[in-house]
């Protein structure tokens, strides 16, 4: 059994770190800014690639992860400062627009350095199966930071995402209450990009919370539906692509489809349970 | 009942030990690419199991981890890498992730194949400046067949000292290869020796070795950079060169963009000719030799229809 040898610290990291990013995904798909996360992660590419613009190593030194931080606090700025009241344009056009000039200034910023385009794409997105111990050490004592920043505050930030008109009766600053939020949610969503790459944390951040929408409406409900699915599409997808050596399947696109499976599985649940209500109300 | 049931256990797992022991007597040999997997097997022959962990379509800098590999270095006896800074974005994790001491840098498990080769390029400054250029020398230098030989050489040298049992039959896989190889490399200077200083055009850096073998020109790149895509200022300077120079051949490999290649070519009436460094990538090529057995044959059509 190679499970607890080579596949160790995959296996931690599928256990323990998503689940703060299935509470984002509530969030984020109850303000509709489904995206909001890709547009975080290349930013703070960007934000490597200025590093190494200014004659930093991408893989180590000071300089690229400060500047990754930086733009990241920076792109968190720029979302909290455009999610208008009435908007005459939704966020999700402005997040797309952010997310593809980011890209595209990277490209150019790269362009003007030495370093190849590729070197930076690996550097932030990572595979699962690579994972090392220290890696996964570090984030989850990031994950536990913000986690427990966001349980003591959970009142505030519920009202900030599903009820902003009783927030501001309630005299919270949005502006600076949203900018807390997308800086911590940019830490989150960058480190696990960098372990597990941009599939992966698109589907830790979208699935797990529209399979607790389908299911529940109570918020305590959906979190634990996520995580159960979280929990079992990550553990069953390394299982799988680890120990049916026959079919060698990667990790990340296996875990990726299980959690498609998820999603049709507690879509049918809905379905049939919506048409037996309209069936006895009738 | 304990002391027994203990003792039972271990009797149960004597028995699996030695029942698995006799399919591990072959060594468990891991190639990055599949070159030195070819050759692995040829020298080794049935005294040996190989596993290549690129596939020969994929570009060699860059290669995705999927379980398998994990596995197979994790129980490899012997690893054989290019070296040279070819795998460097992608071995490293990979050892990482198979803790196994046998083939980590340099334990005896490990072999360097790029040891022992004169490489080119090697830059005089070594800083970044000048793109992903390899810091070491330029690592595509089993394209030049004479090279093989020292490869096959050191890989004979470490299966000997894995497995002294089977010294006779390495040694003489390696004569026989070296005799297919000697006869092949007069075939092939012959078949390329009327283009001798023709100018081809490739993507990447790739052929060097191969071009100054046989007396043919591959200076110009279709990357501005080793590892950087062409920015258009920089494909209108090979447009030009290739007009003025009359350079009517381009390489391109699997992995790069084939479109790229074709609009430059359509300049200047050029072939585009698909090319590859690893056996396996060109059906019907399984073998090192069959391999550079194609690409003379290719190169020489494209040379001979230019004309």
Redesign the interface.
Known sequence: M?LF???LWPLVALIALPAILVYFGLHVVGRGIIFVDLALAQIAALGIATAVLLGA?PDHGVLPYALAIGFTLAGAALFSLTRFRHPRVPQEAIIGIIYIVAAAAATLVL?RT??????IK?LLVG?I??V?RSEVLRTLALYLAVGALHYFLRRKFHLLSFDTEEAERQGMSIRLWDFLFYATFGLVVTSFVRIAGVYLVFSYLIVPAVCGALLSSRTAARLAIGWGVALTAGVTGLLL??QW?SM????GPTIVCLFGGFLILSGATAFGRSRRASKSAS | MKPNLRGSLALFAATLLSATAPASAALKVVATTSEYGALAAEIGGDRVTVTTIAKPTEDP??V?????Q??AM?RADILIEGGAELEI??LP??L????NAKILAGAPGRVVASAGVQLLDIPLAA???????HVAGNPHFMLDPVNSRIVVEHIARVFEAHDPAGAATFDSNVASFEVRLDAKLKEWSAALAPFAGRQIVTYHPTWRYFSRRFGLEANTFLEP?P???P?PPHLARVMEKMRAENIRVLLVEPYQPRKTAEAVAAHNNALVVDVCQFPGAIPGTSTYLELIDIVVRRVAQALAAQS
């Open positions: 190679d040898t080579l596949w190593h362009s030495a370093a190849g385009d590729e070197e690996n595979n199966l690579l090392s692509s680890t050596q060698d399947l990667p990790t | 800098h860059f995705d981890a999927r379980p398998s994990i596995v994790n974005g992608w994790p990979l990482d992730g198979a803790r800083d970044r400046s000048q793109g992903d250029t950079k590892g950087i895509p920015s």
